[in-house]
């Protein structure tokens, strides 16, 4: 079984940075594309940002400058630095990573959520 706890949500000011981290573990034979994905209220869940085994990066057009999504592979952990935060940014934000674990001899790989974390930006 695998699972990703995240920590590091709050409530901000507009303006200022929050750091998101989120840790996977259990039997992890290893760990594909990490992604940060956000859903405000009354909306659909969005990709926020996306880095693959390779540190290749993606980010959605509303954070491109401002957010930083990075990884640390041997502590199974991707982070999420947000800078200049702004209202609109406020959502819950989930964690999201394509995991191989070894089953029965064989490799499978699962795709594996967060429980979120909230985010809050005031004006």
């Known amino acids: 079984q695998v699972q990703l706890v995240e920590s590091g949500g709050g409530l901000v000011q507009a303006g200022g940075s929050l750091r998101l981290s989120c840790a996977a573990s259990g039997s992890i034979f290893s760990i594909n594309r990490m992604g940060w994905y956000r859903q405000a209220p009354g909306k659909q869940r969005e990709l926020v940002a996306g880095i693959t085994s390779g540190d290749s990066t993606n980010y959605a057009d509303s954070v491109k400058g401002r957010f930083t999504i990075s990884r640390d592979n041997a502590l199974n952990t991707v982070y999420l630095q947000m800078n200049s935060l702004k209202p609109e940014d406020t959502a819950v934000y989930y964690c999201?990573?394509?995991?191989?674990?070894?089953?029965?001899?064989?490799?499978?790989?699962?795709?594996?959520w967060g429980q979120g974390t909230l985010v809050t930006v005031s004006s």
């Open positions: 999201n990573a394509g995991v191989s674990v070894l089953h029965l001899r064989r490799l499978e790989t699962l795709e594996v």
